[in-house]
């Protein structure tokens, strides 16, 4: 299984019925079988490429055996309308899901140590203090 992406030139003004049917008869002419194939509006390219700043994106998922891509290959490489072209292997890619990463547990700095840290303060104790330190 193959996956074919195609960035179409804007100066094409029939991309559904041109673009498409030459390159469904070129497939089918390998004697290849498409699965599915997508079409995108026309879209602003990143970056001019051969003086185009828009471009078409059409999609195809198909089957294809191997020694034909080559031959696909060369008639992708002559047509003056296709600005750009991608072919992907995809039995070789697994689809994996998203992972989610585990949080690493923040490092938290020690307190610093209290001064009467091993001893029991009484009650009696801190309630005389805080009636010093309410009188000041």
């Known amino acids: 299984m193959y ?3 195609l960035l179409v030139s804007p100066l094409v003004e029939k991309i559904d019925s041109e673009i498409l ?3 469904r ?3 089918l002419g390998l004697d290849g ?3 599915k194939e997508y079409t995108w509006e026309k879209r602003k390219l990143a970056y001019p490429i051969k003086k185009q700043l828009f471009g078409s994106y059409i ?3 198909f089957a294809l055996t191997s020694e034909k891509i080559e031959e ?3 008639q992708l490489k002559s047509n003056p309308d296709i600005l750009r072209y991608l072919i ?3 039995e070789g890619v697994k689809e994996e899901r998203p992972r989610l990463r585990a949080m690493k547990p923040k490092i938290i700095a020690p307190l610093p140590p209290s001064e009467t840290k091993g001893e029991k303060v009484k009650i009696e104790e801190l309630d005389k203090k805080l009636e010093e ?3 000041e």
Do not use: R, V
């Open 59 to 61: 999609i195809f998922e």
């Open 21 to 23: 049917a030459k390159i």
């Open 133 to 135: 330190i309410l009188k």
């Open 72 to 74: 696909l290959q060369k």
């Open 33 to 35: 079988n498409i699965k």
């Open 3 to 5: 996956e074919l992406i």
């Open 88 to 90: 992907i292997n995809k």
């Open 25 to 27: 008869d070129l497939i």
